[in-house]
């Protein structure tokens, strides 16, 4: 009887604790593989002042299920992180829990997934460079298997601070290679034992692939990826022994470069070109204000954006409203990337005229003014290039709406372009000439006020009479 018991409690035992497997009621099935494996929590020297908000769980519903995953939900235990880090409530909403344990409710899926920051991590003082813990996680639904996963964290080397101002060069040609020294500081008590790396990214330029010791993304790379073997020793300025290049192509006006080191080398995605080059190396610099996180390069080309009016003549009768398309156009090779730096132009109409309306399209709704009004009489419409109303192909324009209200001899009226990028200021302004011929005379019989009691045949017989009258002069 007892070794009955016994056995029977055993498999009892057996049912409850065994691993969770598939069965017949499990219709759907679900991922953690895109929870990365390890990461960096903070900074050791950064302490209790270290904060993380990016530790995120995916969950995703792998496709080709029967039906929905029903009531997913991921339980996080943060518990072996106790002696490097606390956590607090995070996310966007839908993961409560405190303490160390945290549960995020996704609802019902089919072939799709969902991700949140089940909690905030917040440092601790007296960690070193190097400790580390597990946080552990379980996915499940009703109808499928639960499914775990761990990530090893791990509380970073010291932070190496770099210059805080940006650097800026310009007259770069485009094609020429361009040097960059970057440099770091380790203002920290910890000393970098792991190795220094250094990423760099770039806008509009392209890096060189030279060093050996570098990774880059791509054949054309924006991006570099070098590692350096060497430590970094406490209250210390270091560079890189020569310099990298970058190049800008033929059209580009401008372009940054970004750059930051770090002493937990890490090779990010997709930087798979080695360079052919010898490896650069580390050596000591001057120190100085290296309080930012990252550096960067603001560099301007020789290229130019050399915008030049396109204008036109207010020509037709005094009372009429003709169309008059006003714009830009860049005779220069730059293209301008930014819709913030295309620039705009300035109209003042003619004397003796008014613009009535600038009209445009946009997302299938038409608006009337494209530019905008002057505050006052007499001042200039403002039209900004990367506004609604324009769209830029190296010519911007539209069409203004202009009333000639009387005739002015002479009369002429400006068109101004501007841009940050357009070094020849001399063909930036042109005339909008006014050509304005007298009313029709038969316009003063069909004005109401002239109408009186005249009968509308007794209007037909005058307009008759003053085209006769017209044919008459000209025939004379």
């Given at each position: 009887?007892?070794?009955?018991?016994?056995?029977?409690?055993?498999?009892?035992?057996?049912?409850?604790?065994?691993?969770?497997?598939?069965?017949?009621?499990?219709?759907?099935?679900?991922?953690?593989?895109?929870?990365?494996?390890?990461?960096v929590?903070?900074?050791?020297?950064?302490?209790?002042?270290?904060?993380?908000?990016?530790?995120?769980?995916?969950?995703?519903?792998?496709?080709?299920?029967?039906e929905?995953?029903?009531?997913?939900?991921?339980?996080?235990?943060?518990?072996?992180?106790?002696?490097?880090?606390?956590?607090?409530?995070?996310?966007?909403?839908?993961c409560?829990?405190?303490?160390?344990?945290?549960?995020?409710?996704?609802?019902?899926?089919?072939?799709?997934?969902?991700?949140?920051?089940?909690?905030?991590?917040?440092?601790?003082?007296?960690?070193?460079?190097?400790?580390?813990?597990?946080?552990?996680?379980?996915?499940?639904?009703?109808?499928?298997?639960?499914?775990?996963?761990?990530?090893?964290?791990?509380?970073?080397?010291?932070?190496?601070?770099?210059?805080?101002?940006?650097?800026?060069?310009?007259?770069?040609?485009?094609?020429?290679?361009t040097?960059?020294?970057?440099?770091?500081?380790?203002?920290?008590?910890?000393?970098?034992?792991?190795?220094?790396?250094?990423?760099?990214?770039s806008?509009?330029?392209?890096?060189?692939?030279r060093?050996?010791?570098?990774?880059?993304?791509?054949?054309?790379?924006?991006?570099?990826?070098?590692?350096?073997?060497?430590?970094?020793?406490?209250?210390?300025?270091?560079?890189?022994?020569?310099?990298?290049?970058?190049?800008?192509?033929?059209?580009?006006?401008?372009?940054?470069?970004?750059?930051?080191?770090?002493?937990?080398p890490?090779?990010?995605?997709?930087?798979?070109?080695?360079?052919?080059?010898?490896?650069?190396?580390?050596?000591?610099?001057?120190?100085?204000?290296?309080?930012?996180?990252?550096?960067?390069?603001?560099?301007?080309?020789?290229?130019?954006?050399?915008?030049?009016?396109?204008?036109?003549?207010?020509?037709?009768?005094?009372?009429?409203?003709?169309q008059?398309?006003?714009?830009?156009?860049?005779?220069?090779?730059?293209?301008?990337?930014?819709?913030?730096?295309?620039?705009?132009?300035?109209?003042?109409?003619?004397?003796?005229?008014?613009?009535?309306?600038?009209?445009?399209?946009?997302?299938?709704?038409?608006?009337?003014?494209?530019?905008?009004?002057?505050?006052?009489?007499?001042?200039?419409?403002?039209?900004?290039?990367?506004?609604?109303?324009?769209?830029?192909?190296?010519?911007?324009?539209?069409?203004?709406?202009?009333?000639?209200?009387?005739?002015?001899?002479?009369?002429?009226?400006?068109?101004?372009?501007?841009?940050?990028?357009?070094?020849?200021?001399?063909?930036?302004?042109?005339?909008?000439?006014?050509?304005?011929?007298?009313?029709?005379?038969?316009?003063?019989?069909?004005?109401?006020?002239?109408?009186?009691?005249?009968t509308?045949?007794?209007?037909?017989?005058?307009?008759?009479s003053?085209?006769?009258?017209?044919?008459?002069?000209?025939?004379?």
């Amino acid at each position: 009887m007892r070794s009955i018991g016994r056995a029977a409690l055993a498999a009892l035992l057996a049912m409850v604790f065994a691993p969770a497997t598939a069965n017949a009621s499990d219709t759907a099935v679900l991922s953690l593989k895109n929870v990365p494996r390890s990461m960096v929590l903070y900074n050791a020297d950064e302490g209790a002042e270290g904060t993380n908000s990016d530790f995120e769980v995916p969950v995703a519903v792998v496709p080709g299920n029967k039906e929905p995953a029903r009531n997913i939900k991921v339980v996080v235990d943060a518990s072996g992180l106790k002696d490097i880090a606390r956590v607090t409530e995070g996310g966007y909403g839908n993961c409560t829990g405190s303490g160390w344990v945290y549960t995020c409710e996704y609802g019902t899926l089919r072939n799709d997934g969902e991700s949140n920051a089940p909690f905030d991590i917040l440092g601790l003082d007296g960690v070193k460079p190097g400790d580390s813990g597990t946080v552990t996680y379980t996915a499940s639904a009703d109808n499928a298997a639960p499914v775990t996963g761990t990530t090893r964290m791990t509380v970073g080397g010291p932070t190496l601070g770099v210059p805080g101002k940006q650097a800026k060069v310009s007259g770069v040609k485009p094609g020429q290679p361009t040097p960059m020294t970057p440099e770091f500081a380790n203002h920290s008590r910890f000393s970098a034992d792991r190795g220094i790396a250094l990423r760099i990214t770039s806008e509009g330029l392209t890096l060189k692939a030279r060093h050996s010791n570098c990774s880059y993304a791509g054949a054309s790379p924006t991006s570099a990826w070098c590692l350096f073997p060497a430590k970094a020793a406490p209250g210390a300025a270091y560079r890189t022994s020569a310099p990298l290049f970058y190049v800008a192509g033929e059209k580009v006006l401008y372009g940054t470069l970004t750059y930051s080191w770090s002493s937990d080398p890490e090779k990010p995605a997709g930087h798979t070109v080695r360079g052919t080059g010898a490896p650069i190396t580390l050596t000591g610099t001057e120190d100085g204000e290296f309080g930012g996180t990252s550096g960067g390069v603001a560099v301007e080309t020789t290229v130019q954006a050399d915008y030049r009016p396109v204008t036109g003549t207010v020509r037709g009768h005094v009372g009429d409203t003709v169309q008059v398309r006003l714009g830009v156009r860049n005779t220069g090779a730059g293209e301008v990337r930014d819709e913030e730096m295309k620039g705009r132009f300035e109209v003042v109409p003619p004397e003796g005229t008014t613009v009535t309306s600038i009209p445009y399209a946009f997302e299938e709704m038409d608006h009337g003014w494209g530019c905008e009004q002057p505050g006052k009489p007499g001042g200039a419409f403002v039209c900004d290039l990367g506004g609604a109303a324009f769209t830029y192909d190296g010519t911007s324009t539209i069409v203004f709406h202009v009333r000639i209200d009387r005739q002015v001899p002479g009369a002429r009226g400006t068109i101004r372009t501007y841009n940050a990028y357009d070094r020849t200021p001399g063909n930036d302004t042109a005339a909008i000439p006014l050509d304005a011929s007298p009313a029709p005379a038969y316009r003063a019989f069909l004005r109401p006020v002239a109408w009186g009691p005249i009968t509308a045949g007794g209007v037909v017989a005058l307009a008759l009479s003053a085209a006769h009258l017209r044919r008459r002069r000209r025939s004379a």
